[in-house]
Each structure stands twice: as structure tokens, then as C-alpha cells.
T-cell receptor, first 111, second 116 residues
């Protein structure tokens, strides 16, 4: 699976949009981009995933560049409860390939 | 979304004893489950892939005789830390995916193991 690069930390004011970038320049054609987050001392929580089209759900939006070499997770109105480590993971869709976690971005939402 | 449950959420054990951690998929069947370990301020590290009815596949550097994995049914995988030592103290997390393809994976709430 392709590797991802994320900034180690970001701050965001409460109520503002949080834009978390991810670079995955070696992504291959059948690999999806997944985003998970982990709040302290809990298991990771699924947020969203996509292949090449932009995606939106009740939690977030995922914007994938046309060349698919990078993506941005957008939390439209960040709250204090969104403070967590956010992981961008690239994974193929064949069989039962595990998710391999990088270091992620520690997002701090500030009141 | 689908639910994956781990038990216990916290356990303290003495050095030299063994500890079993259970991972259950509550509303779906999982032929494959994954076990991760996480040390403080570090990312999740994949330990092994648990396969129903067959042997687990361990990642490089993970001792299969120390971390025994049993996946006896389509809804239950267990991880047993044998002869635990203080350096085995960690946060253990399991994961399972309801289907194949690009279906998202779901994670248990994790088990905090402290070996004293």
C-alpha cells in the first residue's frame, strides 16, 4: 500500500472548518483513501473514504485531487470533541488487506 | 455502523501470567480480524491477521508463541499474551471488516494491559 504524509499537528478554532491535508503521491489506481480518527484511549473511528470522486457524509468531506496524489479531509464546523489524531490511510480493495497506520495529524480544536 | 467489541477494556496482571483479550463482531461475520498494539504517543502497529479456522499471520518481529491468536468462529477472535512482562504493557486494539472490497473496517474500543 502507498505511504501517506501528514503534518504532525494542527490547531483549529472551534466553529471553524478544519482542513487536514494528506499526501499520497505513490497511490495506485485501485487504492482507496481512508480517514480515521482516534480520540485518546479509544479505538480508531471511521470517518470517510473515497477512490477519486469527492465524498461527503454527516461527519466530513473528502476532497481528492484530480491526480489523486493528495487529499484533504474537511470538518466543516469543528467542535472541541473533534480533538483527536487523524489518520489518512491508503489501502487497496483486494481481499482482506489490513489498514496500516502512519503517524497521523494531531488536531487540537481550541475554544 | 457495524460494532466490534473488545473485552476486557482494562486489565492488570502480574509478570509471568497470561492474559486473554476477546474481540467480537456483534452484528456481522468476520472471516478475518486484525490485531494492533499501540504504545503511548505512538501510532497503531499491526501485529497479526487472524483468520477464521486457520493459523494467524504475524507481522515481522511479532512473536507468535508469545501472542497466541485463536479465531475459532466467525464472530470471535482472541489474543492471549503469554508469560507477560512489563514491556508488554500496551493498548491492544482489534479490527474487523463486514465485507470485502472497499468496505470500511471497524475497531474495538481497545484493551489497556498493564503488567506489574
Amino acid at each position: 500500500d502507498a505511504k501517506t504524509t501528514q503534518p504532525p499537528s494542527m490547531d483549529c478554532a472551534e466553529g471553524r472548518a478544519a482542513n487536514l491535508p494528506c499526501n499520497h503521491s505513490t497511490i495506485s489506481g485501485n487504492e482507496y483513501v481512508y480517514w480515521y480518527r482516534q480520540i485518546h484511549s479509544q479505538g480508531p473511528q471511521y470517518i470517510i473514504h473515497g477512490l477519486k470522486n469527492n465524498e461527503t457524509n454527516e461527519m466530513a468531506s473528502l476532497i481528492i485531487t484530480e491526480d489523486r496524489k493528495s487529499s484533504t479531509l474537511i470538518l466543516p464546523h469543528a467542535t472541541l470533541r473533534d480533538t483527536a489524531v487523524y489518520y489518512c490511510i491508503v489501502r487497496g480493495n483486494s481481499g482482506n488487506t489490513p489498514l496500516v497506520f502512519g503517524k497521523g495529524t494531531r488536531l487540537s480544536v481550541i475554544a | 455502523g457495524a460494532v466490534v467489541s473488545q473485552h476486557p477494556s482494562r486489565v492488570i496482571c502480574k509478570s509471568g501470567t497470561s492474559v486473554k483479550i476477546e474481540c467480537r463482531s456483534l452484528d456481522f461475520q468476520a472471516t478475518t480480524m486484525f490485531w494492533y498494539r499501540q504504545f503511548p504517543k505512538k501510532s497503531l502497529m499491526l501485529m497479526a491477521t487472524s483468520n477464521e479456522g486457520s493459523k494467524a499471520t504475524y507481522e515481522q518481529g511479532v512473536e507468535k508463541d508469545k501472542f497466541l491468536i485463536n479465531h475459532a468462529s466467525l464472530t470471535l477472535s482472541t489474543l492471549t499474551v503469554t508469560s507477560a512482562h512489563p514491556e508488554d504493557s500496551s493498548f491492544y486494539i482489534c479490527s474487523a471488516r463486514p465485507g470485502g472490497g472497499d468496505t470500511e473496517a471497524f475497531f474495538g474500543q481497545g484493551t489497556r494491559l498493564t503488567v506489574v
